[in-house]
Every structure is written in C-alpha cells, then in structure tokens.
C-alpha cells in the first residue's frame, strides 16, 4: 500500500496572509473614509481655489467657465463683515450656552450620583430625554412657546399683569437660542460625566467619609477631580457644536426679523451657496470655519493635556 506525501505548509504564505489581514479587515472602512469624508473636503478646497468668470452678458454657451482664483476667495471671506459679525454672535451665544449647559450637566451628575436621590432611573432619564428630540423640532417646539400669540406662559404673564419681554428680539434673542441648546444638550452631557462618576471605586468614598469628609466635601475633593477628563471631553464637544450652530437661528427666522440670513457662519455658508449661487465663496469659507475649529479643538485639548501633565507631576 502505498502512503501520499503531503505538501509541507509554506511559511512564507501563511507570514503574508496574517501579516495582510489586518489591512483586509481596515479596507471598508478606509473606502467609507475616502468615499464619504476625504473625497468631500478635497473637492470642497478645489472649489475653494476657483471661481466663477462671466464673458459679456452671460448669456449662450461658453459664456459662463470656471477658472483658478488662487486665495481671493479667501481673501474676500477675511475680509467680509457679515461673516465677522456671525462669528462675533457665535462667540456670544457660545459665551452663554457652554458654561450654563455643562455647569447644569455637572449639577445634575452629581445630584444623581448621591446616595440621597430616588427614582434616579427615571430622573435620569428625564433629564437625557430632551436629548433625543431633533434640533429643529426643538427649535420649532421653542419658538412658538416664544410667540406672544400662541405661548401659553405669554397668556399667564398677561393674566397676572406682569411684563411680557419679546424673547424673539434684540437681546433676549441670545438667551432665547442658548435656552434652546441648553435644554438638548445638558442632558448628553450628564450622561457622560455621570457614567465617569459611577466608575470611581466605592472604596475611594468609604475612605473619605472614615475621614470625616462630608457629601459636599467629597463632591468638591474627590468627584470633581476625578471626572476631570470627561468635563474637558464635553466642553470640547460643546466649543464644536457652538462654532457649527445652525439649526435653531435657522428656523426661528421665520418667526421673527431680528435673525438675518447671516446670523451664524454656517448660515452665511448656506445663503452664499444657494441663496446667492456662489458654491466657491462658499466652500472658502467652510473650509475657513473647519480650518477654526480645528485649531481651537486641538489647542484646547493640547492645552488641557499639559495642564493634567503638569498636575500628575506635582
């Protein structure tokens, strides 16, 4: 009887194929990154870099072709007031919403994280809910309350005789949008620093309260410090969704004249490239905004990684 030899494995093969499977499995999610995110910033900066040249009357074929503009158009956006009176808004509206909105998530963090507190599933999820209801149908439920027609609390000042101030004008029209992000976002954000707050061991509080430390020491002393990392998680968080603002100017313009078509950035993006039909100019200064962003972003957290260096140093 005779015995078959069986091929002896080549090593070599069997290197390669472990050492190319990791790149396999990083395949579609390259693609996705390349189809959905690369491509679409690359075409946004080709844009950028162009312009629109109009021949006599614009009229007929050929009369109209894109050419190279180099950087006037991000010239033009430097240089243009209404995108740096948006920007000046942005930064007050941000001024309001940020501090307001994570001091009220770390309020509410530490409240549910108190032994003290019942029903915290339920407050809990009270207090995430708003989270989970859209921007514009925040903004849209928002502005009708602030309508003097149709606002129930406008019927109840009136019933009592006291002042109806016009949310939707002037000055008020800033506590009006922050009121409006204020309640969507104070609850995501708790649920962060909350969950960074059950991940302290029970044996840090049992050593503190041996030391004679009350609840509102160890708020101060223990918790605090240590959700530190997730406090700058969400301001940094907070400074991106501030500087892309959109949605809720955007739909309570309707509802009054005091919001221009330009009231933030994204906004003045939105009217240059489909109100005025300048995607170039447009795509300027989008790249100018993420540009912004980006270098704020990345400074905040440079800055607050140093200072936590510096702090586990001492």
Same mark, same amino acid.
């Given at each position: ?30 693609? &996705? ?5 690369? !491509?679409?910033? =690359?075409?946004? @900066?080709? +844009?950028? $870099?162009?312009?629109?040249? #109009? ?104 019933? &009592? ?5 016009? !949310?939707?004008? =002037?000055?008020? @029209?800033? +506590?009006? $949008?922050?009121?409006?992000? #204020? ?104 790249? &100018? ?11 905040? @957290? ?13």
């Amino acid at each position: 009887m005779t015995r078959r030899t069986v091929p002896a494995p080549n090593r070599r093969t069997g290197k390669r194929g472990v050492r190319s499977a990791p790149y396999l499995f990083l395949l579609p999610a390259t693609a &996705l990154f390349a189809l959905f995110f690369a !491509l679409p910033i =690359g075409y946004a @900066l080709w +844009l950028s $870099l162009h312009k629109v040249e #109009v021949s006599g009357l614009g009229l007929g074929k050929g009369a109209r072709s894109e050419v190279w503009a180099g950087v006037e158009n991000y010239t033009a956006a430097f240089t243009d007031s209404e995108l740096l009176h948006g920007a000046l808004r942005v930064l007050g509206y941000g001024a309001l919403v940020i501090p307001v909105m994570l001091g009220l998530a770390l309020l509410f963090a530490l409240m549910l994280d108190s032994e003290r507190v019942r029903l915290t599933p339920f407050t809990r999820l009270a207090i995430f809910l708003p989270y989970a209801v859209p921007g514009v149908v925040a903004a849209l439920l928002w502005g009708f309350l602030y309508l003097p027609d149709v606002s129930p609390f406008y019927y109840v000042l009136d019933k &009592l005789g006291l002042p109806q101030p016009d !949310l939707l004008d =002037g000055g008020p @029209l800033y +506590l009006a $949008l922050s009121n409006i992000a #204020v309640w969507g976002g104070t609850g995501f954000n708790m649920i962060v620093i909350y969950t960074s707050l059950r991940a302290i061991p029970a044996e840090v509080y049992e050593a503190a309260k041996l030391d004679g430390c009350s609840p509102l020491q160890i708020a101060l002393r223990i918790k605090i410090p240590m959700v530190a990392p997730s406090l700058v998680l969400t301001f940094f968080f907070s400074i991106i969704a501030t500087l892309q603002v959109f949605s809720e100017p955007t739909t309570l313009k309707p509802l009054t004249n005091s919001v221009p078509t330009t009231w933030s950035p994204l906004m003045k993006v939105y009217q240059d490239a489909f109100g005025k039909g300048d995607i170039h100019s447009a795509a300027a200064t989008a790249v &100018l905004i993420a540009v912004v962003t980006l270098v704020l972003s990345f400074g905040f @957290l440079r800055a607050a990684n140093s200072r936590t260096k510096q702090g586990e140093a001492r």
